[in-house]
């Protein structure tokens, strides 16, 4: 009986994460990857067959299957995500009232876009030179 709950419990906080993470396409400051990331991770302990399902999504399974394998990700989506950090980031300054958000956000943003430019990249190998 605990294992079964323990798995179900996995399951309920995966599918939340993978709410979270669609919503979060949607809505600035709400991050999509590190849900889809945690998703991940609950699937692999309450439902592989989710878990593969998710793996073989098209949009987030090359995603986490590179942060899976690597710890790193691809350089096309490093430069997608700073652009929409900065521009998110931008949206909520530009609509908050107080000054103090406005310098809260901009020391959020600095912190974010650091933590993020400094993970690796992970280079396509069929792109290298020495394979065309």
Same mark, same amino acid.
């Given at each position: 009986?605990?294992?079964?709950?323990?798995?179900f419990?996995?399951?309920?906080?995966?599918?939340?994460?993978?709410v979270?993470?669609?919503?979060?396409?949607?809505l600035?400051?709400?991050?999509?990857t590190?849900f889809m990331?945690?998703?991940s991770?609950c699937?692999?302990?309450?439902?592989?067959r989710?878990?593969?399902?998710?793996?073989q999504?098209?949009?987030?399974?090359?995603?986490?299957?590179n942060? %899976?394998?690597? +710890?790193a #990700?691809d350089?096309?989506i490093?430069?997608r995500? *700073?652009?929409?950090?900065?521009l998110?980031f931008s949206l909520?300054?530009?609509?908050?009232?107080?000054?103090w958000h406005?310098?809260m956000?901009?020391?959020?943003?600095?912190?974010?876009?650091t933590?993020f %430019?400094?993970? +690796?990249? #992970?280079?396509?190998v069929?792109?290298a030179?020495? *394979?065309?």
């Amino acid at each position: 009986m605990q294992f079964s709950l323990k798995r179900f419990l996995f399951i309920i906080l995966g599918w939340i994460s993978v709410v979270l993470g669609v919503i979060g396409i949607f809505l600035p400051l709400l991050p999509t990857t590190p849900f889809m990331l945690l998703a991940s991770a609950c699937f692999m302990r309450g439902s592989p067959r989710i878990a593969a399902w998710l793996h073989q999504h098209p949009t987030f399974g090359p995603i986490i299957c590179n942060w %899976n394998e690597h +710890r790193a #990700i691809d350089r096309k989506i490093k430069r997608r995500a *700073n652009v929409f950090i900065v521009l998110s980031f931008s949206l909520s300054v530009a609509v908050v009232p107080e000054l103090w958000h406005k310098c809260m956000l901009i020391v959020m943003a600095c912190v974010l876009l650091t933590w993020f %430019n400094r993970l +690796r990249e #992970i280079e396509p190998v069929a792109h290298a030179p020495e *394979n065309t």
